[in-house]
């Protein structure tokens, strides 16, 4: 079965908390980012580690190596159990990321290429290829693929094999849940969830037509 993600991009920290709870039942994971941290702290982490479901810090950390640990090392002190990372400032520092990780006993995810339409600037031309190579080199546990591309999915899960690919993009960005679900391990879905009048509603109906 596809994974359903949470992409939780509020930023009131009641009103954050709220809907992953009304949606807990129906999602296999929360992934926190920029937003809502910047809005509430990491101890964002605390109000949500009670739902029982791993959380996902989407911060695609791409600093030097050193830098990469330090903000590794903090993410899974505060009770994360994932990372997202970038992976074109080179594989010692994406390293760094999934060592850290793996540490914690935890995983990390390299972007191999995003969803936006300006991804085809700098993610086409065999550059995603060589990310998930990276990340494959790396050990990572896995990408991060654009479900508003299936085709370039598919491209990239010849590269990555098994590993785990979660897509980003379903609903707002235009991805059909439908088409993705069978080549992805996990859907991120944000929007289309939270910004539904009835975001458990809504979870629970993505839930049931994911494959
Ligand atoms: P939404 O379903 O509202 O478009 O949210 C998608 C989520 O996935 C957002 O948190 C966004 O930052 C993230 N994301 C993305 O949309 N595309 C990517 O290529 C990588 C992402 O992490």
Redesign the pocket.
């Known amino acids: 079965m596809t994974e359903l993600i949470l992409?939780l991009?509020l930023l009131d920290r009641k009103q954050a908390a709220r809907v992953a709870e009304s949606c807990a039942p129906f999602i296999d994971a929360v992934?926190v980012?920029y937003?809502l941290v910047l809005a509430t702290g990491l101890s964002i982490v605390d109000d949500l580690s009670g739902l029982g479901l791993p959380l996902i810090a989407?911060f695609?950390v791409a600093d030097i190596p050193n830098t990469n640990r330090l903000i590794s090392e903090a993410v899974f002190s505060a009770g994360f159990d994932a990372i997202?990372a970038h992976g074109f400032v080179g594989a010692d520092a994406a390293r760094a990321c999934v060592e850290v990780a793996h540490n914690h006993g935890g995983a990390a995810y390299i972007?191999a290429?995003?969803?936006?339409p300006g991804?085809t600037e700098f993610f086409h031309g065999g550059v995603a290829e060589r990310l998930a190579t990276l990340a494959v080199s790396c050990r990572a546990d896995g990408i991060?693929a654009?479900a508003t591309r299936p085709d370039r999915i598919s491209r990239l899960r010849e590269i990555v094999g098994e590993k785990t690919i979660y897509s980003?993009?379903?609903?707002?960005?235009g991805g059909d849940l439908d088409t993705v679900a069978r080549l992805v391990d996990g859907v991120?879905?944000?929007?289309?969830?939270?910004e539904a009048e009835d975001p458990a509603a809504e979870a629970e109906r993505l839930s049931r037509i994911r494959r």
């Open positions: 992409a991009d992934k980012g937003p989407d695609k997202i972007v290429e995003m969803s936006h991804a991060i654009p980003p993009g379903v609903g707002a960005q991120i879905v944000g929007r289309s969830i939270y």
